[in-house]
């Protein structure tokens, strides 16, 4: 099984986490999973930006951008070109190194899942 690497984020997860994942999930259920509590206002269906993430490693590996993340993208803070939005990217069958930006554009916190 792959494995995906959570980069050490100082709010979501201080310490950094590796955890292997079953091919096809989401990268937001795979932390959500794991308590790596990344934010999701849109309940994961590619309406908003709180969920961007970067892929640092293996980012081939995690599907095809549709048009509708791509726009959502265009909105995120700190957009790079191996950003996602970890509600679209799934594992695929390589190893994933997810770093969790340091802000998202939240206007409402929502509680642990």
Known sequence: ??????????EHCPEGMVVEAEPGVSILELAHEHHIEIESACGGVC???TCHCIIRKGFDSTGELDELEEDMLD??????????????????DQD???????YSLNHAAEPPH
């Open 96 to 102: 994933i190194t997810v770093e969790i930006p340091k």
């Open 47 to 49: 309406a908003c930006t």
């Open 75 to 92: 909105k995120a803070w700190g957009l790079e070109p191996q950003s996602r939005l970890a509600c679209q990217a799934r594992v695929g």
């Open 1 to 10: 099984m792959p494995k995906v690497t959570f980069l050490p984020h100082h």
